[in-house]
Every structure is written in structure tokens, then in C-alpha cells.
Nanobody
Framework: EVQLAESGGGLVQAGGSLTLSCAAS????????IGWFRQAPGKAREGPLC????????SYADSVKGRVFISRDNAKKTVALRVNNLGPQDTAVYYC?????????????????????WGQGTRVTVSS
């Protein structure tokens, strides 16, 4: 059974930075694009915020470009999300998801309900 597990969430002060991690198991990791989504309290899910594909290419949503960075380690089957200059608008549950066989630019156009696998999420709370 494919599993994605997010970690690294918590309470962070505004202006700070945070790195989240997504660890995958039971998956041919380099065949999947891995993306990050988030859902703020009372709002619809947003994303993909950013994506990395098996070849290491990355794509970012305009809303987070320059402030968010994604990286992956195919050997460890992990993807990291670094968010800088956090603000209250970043308070959300962050999810990683996997999508088979697309490149990062291709996957940016795919809505979340079409993605193949999801993690349980990790909560980030930004205090002002």
C-alpha cells in the first residue's frame, strides 16, 4: 500500500521559516510527481502550490513563487517544502500528493482530485 507521510508542521512565528517533509513508501518514487497542497481553516484546498517530478524539475504556483521552495531526494523517497517569510495566511494543513508519470509543468494543471495518492497532512500555524 502506497503511503505518503508529512511531517514538520507546528507553531511558527510570523516572518519565520519552516521546512516540511513528505516521505513516501511502497511507491516507485521517481515515476511520480510530488506536489504540495494546503487547506486553510474554513477554506477550500489550495494547490498544487509547487511540484517536483522524477527528473527533479520544479514548478510553482504564482501565489507562492519566490517564497516557497521544493526539493526531492529520490534515493530517500522524500520531498521537502521550505516556506520562508511565513504569514498568518500560511496557516493551514499542508498535504503532499503523488501523481504518476507527469512532469512538474504538466502536473501544475491537474486538480487535486485527480492526484493518485495523498498524505494525511501536517498542520502549520503561524502566529502574528
Amino acid at each position: 500500500e502506497v503511503q505518503l507521510a508529512e511531517s514538520g508542521g507546528g507553531l511558527v512565528q510570523a516572518g519565520g521559516s519552516l521546512t516540511l517533509s513528505c516521505a513516501a513508501s511502497q511507491i516507485t518514487f521517481d515515476e511520480y510527481a510530488i506536489g504540495w497542497f494546503r487547506q486553510a481553516p474554513g477554506k477550500a484546498r489550495e494547490g498544487p502550490l509547487c511540484i517536483t517530478d522524477g527528473g527533479g524539475r520544479t514548478s510553482y504556483a504564482d501565489s507562492v513563487k519566490g517564497r516557497v521552495f521544493i526539493s526531492r531526494d529520490n534515493a530517500k523517497k522524500t520531498v521537502a517544502l521550505r516556506v520562508n517569510n511565513l504569514g498568518p495566511q500560511d496557516t493551514a494543513v499542508y498535504y503532499c500528493a503523488a501523481l504518476w508519470a507527469l512532469t512538474a509543468p504538466q502536473a501544475m494543471g491537474i486538480p487535486g482530485d485527480k492526484w493518485d495518492y495523498w498524505g494525511q497532512g501536517t498542520r502549520v500555524t503561524v502566529s502574528s
